[in-house]
Each structure stands twice: as structure tokens, then as C-alpha cells.
């Protein structure tokens, strides 16, 4: 499978929802689903690295799928409240950069 860009993920699920999901759900239900999703993500990332045992009804969870998911929520309130996660990540980058680029560097603990 091709990559793709940030922009043609949000081309892509706009396209399927429009397609196959009618619509999309209010902001404040994909805020509520996002939330949910990331809880399914850190259950795997508990019971895979950390110190909580595998129930068996997670034990054939798939990391990648789960993370997948959460990129799906937040790509689906990024198309409805008209951000562009491209435009929006590179200045997030550059706000760290700038903010942090001394900072990490000379964190004794890191």
C-alpha cells in the first residue's frame, strides 16, 4: 500500500464517511468516541508494557489497529470543524522546536 499524506487521510475518510457513513456524528459524540478509543489503546499498551495480565478478550487485539482507530476519530473532528492537520502539525512542530530545542538536550534525566 502507497503512502499517503495527512491531507489525503482527510480526503479519504471524508470520502467514506460520505459514502458509507451517511454523516458524520455531532463533534461532541467523536469527542466522546475519541475518548473511548484512546481507553481501548491504553488497555493494550497496559496489559502489553505494562504490568497489568491480558484478559482473554484482549489478547487478540491489534496495537496498530487500535492506534488506527483513534487517527480515524481525530481525522473525522479535524474534516468537521475545518482544521487541516497538515498545516496544524507542521506549527505544532515549529512551537516545539522553538520552545523546546535546548530543553530535552540538556535534561539531565533524559
Same mark, same amino acid.
Given at each position: ?6 491531507? =489525503? ?12 457513513? &451517511?454523516?458524520?456524528?455531532?463533534? /461532541?459524540?467523536?469527542?466522546?468516541? $475519541?475518548? =473511548?478509543? &484512546? +481507553?481501548? $489503546? !491504553? ?11 491480558? *484478559? ?6 491489534? /496495537? +496498530? ?5 483513534? $487517527?480515524? &476519530? ?13 498545516? !496544524?502539525?507542521?506549527?505544532?512542530? *515549529? *512551537?516545539?522546536?522553538?520552545?523546546? *530545542? ?9
Amino acid at each position: 500500500m502507497a503512502e499517503i499524506t495527512i491531507k =489525503e487521510a482527510q480526503e479519504k475518510v471524508d470520502h467514506w464517511i460520505k459514502t458509507y457513513g &451517511v454523516r458524520y456524528f455531532n463533534e /461532541l459524540t467523536n469527542m466522546t468516541i $475519541l475518548t =473511548e478509543e &484512546v +481507553g481501548e $489503546l !491504553a488497555r493494550i499498551m497496559a496489559r502489553t508494557y505494562g504490568e497489568q495480565s491480558f *484478559k482473554e478478550s484482549d489478547k487478540h487485539r491489534d /496495537l +496498530g489497529d487500535e492506534m488506527a482507530d483513534v $487517527l480515524w &476519530v481525530l481525522i473525522c473532528l479535524a474534516n468537521q470543524t475545518g482544521v487541516d492537520l497538515t498545516a !496544524a502539525f507542521e506549527k505544532n512542530l *515549529k *512551537k516545539k522546536t522553538d520552545r523546546d *530545542k535546548e530543553r530535552h538536550i540538556n535534561n539531565k534525566k533524559l
